[in-house]
């Protein structure tokens, strides 16, 4: 017999084997597979309700998720007359170091669709077909909690990306396009006088 024919019958014969260790989840981790243990959405005596899968003990919060300060997670906060009006700044530091962290966000995140100006043209947008991201220069009078809540809670057919970015980052991205909407409406007058003098030089 050949030595490839006798290796394929080795492992033919082997292969009962093999199959019945494969299949068995004990031998991965036995002390895990045969502790008592709660079956998800399975009846439990443990619990004198019977419910095995148990909701948060009231006032916990996941200990990632940002707290102390009203609206710092939903962009809004409770109004005089009891009804939620949306914060009207950024509820963190501002600093260099913060509105860097927003544009890589934004680059990463929204500038596909957005632009990366925040003009609402991109190479994504000028393919759909259906309403086209909006450019944010139309949102100069929204205030910063109205972004973070778009963000947050999503739009139209903008989906939510509170999974793929956390508190802190939704308000760097908000504090980066507010940056965006300076940059495209400010005037020379708005301008650093020591840039200001900059410009000036450059211009014919």
Request: aromatic fraction near 6%.
């Given at each position: 017999m050949k030595g490839s024919a006798r290796l394929v019958l080795m492992l033919a014969c082997a292969a009962p084997a093999l199959g019945l260790g494969?299949?068995?989840?004990?031998?991965?981790?036995?002390?895990?597979a045969r502790q008592p243990r709660v079956q998800s959405y399975r009846?439990?005596?443990?619990?004198?309700d019977?419910?095995?899968?148990?909701?948060?003990?009231?006032?916990?919060?996941?200990?990632?998720?940002?707290?102390?300060?009203?609206g710092l997670n939903t962009g809004r906060i409770a109004g005089a007359d009891g009804k939620d009006v949306y914060l009207a700044t950024i509820p963190l530091k501002v600093d260099r170091r913060f509105i860097e962290l927003g544009q890589r966000s934004y680059n990463i995140t929204c500038a596909t669709?957005?632009?990366?100006?925040?003009?609402?043209?991109?190479?994504?947008?000028?393919?759909?077909?259906?309403?086209p991201p909006p450019s944010f220069m139309k949102y100069l009078d929204k205030?910063?909690?109205?972004?973070?809540?778009?963000?947050?809670?999503?739009?139209?057919?903008?989906?939510?990306y509170a999974a793929e970015l956390p508190p802190r980052e939704r308000w760097a991205v908000v504090a980066y396009i507010r940056a965006l909407q300076l940059s495209q409406t400010a005037t020379l007058d708005q301008v650093p006088p020591d840039i200001r003098a900059t410009l000036e030089r450059q211009t014919p």
């Amino acid at each position: 017999m050949k030595g490839s024919a006798r290796l394929v019958l080795m492992l033919a014969c082997a292969a009962p084997a093999l199959g019945l260790g494969g299949c068995d989840e004990d031998m991965i981790n036995p002390m895990a597979a045969r502790q008592p243990r709660v079956q998800s959405y399975r009846e439990s005596d443990f619990f004198a309700d019977g419910i095995a899968m148990r909701a948060p003990p009231a006032g916990t919060v996941p200990r990632e998720r940002l707290t102390g300060t009203p609206g710092l997670n939903t962009g809004r906060i409770a109004g005089a007359d009891g009804k939620d009006v949306y914060l009207a700044t950024i509820p963190l530091k501002v600093d260099r170091r913060f509105i860097e962290l927003g544009q890589r966000s934004y680059n990463i995140t929204c500038a596909t669709c957005h632009g990366p100006v925040g003009d609402g043209d991109s190479i994504v947008a000028r393919q759909m077909s259906l309403r086209p991201p909006p450019s944010f220069m139309k949102y100069l009078d929204k205030p910063p909690g109205y972004i973070f809540a778009v963000a947050t809670e999503g739009f139209g057919l903008m989906a939510s990306y509170a999974a793929e970015l956390p508190p802190r980052e939704r308000w760097a991205v908000v504090a980066y396009i507010r940056a965006l909407q300076l940059s495209q409406t400010a005037t020379l007058d708005q301008v650093p006088p020591d840039i200001r003098a900059t410009l000036e030089r450059q211009t014919p």
